[in-house]
T-cell receptor, first 113, second 116 residues
Framework: SQKIEQNSEALNIQEGKTATLTCNYT??????LQWYRQDPGRGPVFLLL?????KEKRKERLKVTFDTTLKQSLFHITASQPADSATYLC????????????FGTGTRLLVSP | DAGVIQSPRHEVTEMGQEVTLRCKPI?????LFWYRQTMMRGLELLIY????????DSGMPEDRFSAKMPNASFSTLKIQPSEPRDSAVYFC??????????????FGPGTRLTVL
């Protein structure tokens, strides 16, 4: 069956450390992958996109890797801050010719001062 | 731009009642999506439109759910009759057409639906 797995347990880290979140998928062949941030009571907000032929993407303190052999994406936040505390969702972009995304259930990140 | 607008923000209704959720996408966006989010199942795509035409409604759970997009600036998601298991947060999102596959989606604030 098709699955997208993100760690359901919250990730607790100290301010200043690097947070690493994992997204694993099974029986999908995504053309690209997106990461979103969701704060309580709000809709998801887009952060980064990485295509299947790209290994790594960076944006300020954010870095995403995409390994189509391992069927895994890693999302890193360097020099984390309490304001980074939120739920992070990965979304697979399916190669259907349209803009359909399939979302993981998300990982909650808590950054302590 | 005001972003994607959804109304109402909260809806509490009784089982069997009709519920209508509303969405105004970002002006100029060609794609509109309806999602449902629950703790158990996460964020699920229900249906999406391209240029007001429904493209994929395979995520609509059953015939009680219907969605329309009468024009480029308005869409509705209707549940009739509603059931307690429909309780969830419903999000509307829009996306520009330019850029092909790789566009980000812009989400509204969601409607929290509670069916008693």
């Amino acid at each position: 069956s098709q699955k997208i797995e993100q760690n359901s347990e919250a990730l607790n880290i100290q301010e200043g450390k690097t947070a690493t979140l994992t997204c694993n998928y099974t029986n999908y062949s995504p053309a690209y992958l997106q990461w979103y941030r969701q704060d309580p009571g709000r809709g998801p907000v887009f952060l980064l996109l990485i295509r299947e032929n790209e290994k790594e993407k960076r944006k300020e303190r954010l870095k995403v890797t995409f390994d189509t052999t391992l069927k895994q994406s890693l999302f890193h936040i360097t020099a984390s801050q309490p304001a980074d505390s939120a739920t992070y969702l990965c979304a697979l972009g399916l190669n259907t010719g349209f803009q359909k995304l399939v979302f993981g259930t998300g990982t909650r990140l808590l950054v302590s001062p | 731009d005001a972003g994607v607008i959804q109304s109402p923000r909260h809806e509490v209704t009784e089982m069997g009642q009709e519920v209508t959720l509303r969405c105004k996408p970002i002006s100029g966006h060609d794609y509109l999506f309806w999602y449902r989010q629950t703790m158990m199942r996460g964020l699920e795509l229900l249906i999406y439109f391209n240029n007001n035409v429904p493209i994929d409604d395979s995520g609509m759970p059953e015939d009680r759910f219907s969605a329309k997009m009468p024009n480029a600036s308005f869409s509705t998601l209707k549940i009739q009759p509603s059931e307690p298991r429909d309780s969830a947060v419903y999000f509307c999102a829009s996306s520009p057409g330019a850029g092909g596959l790789y566009n980000e989606q812009f989400f509204g604030p969601g409607t929290r639906l509670t069916v008693l």
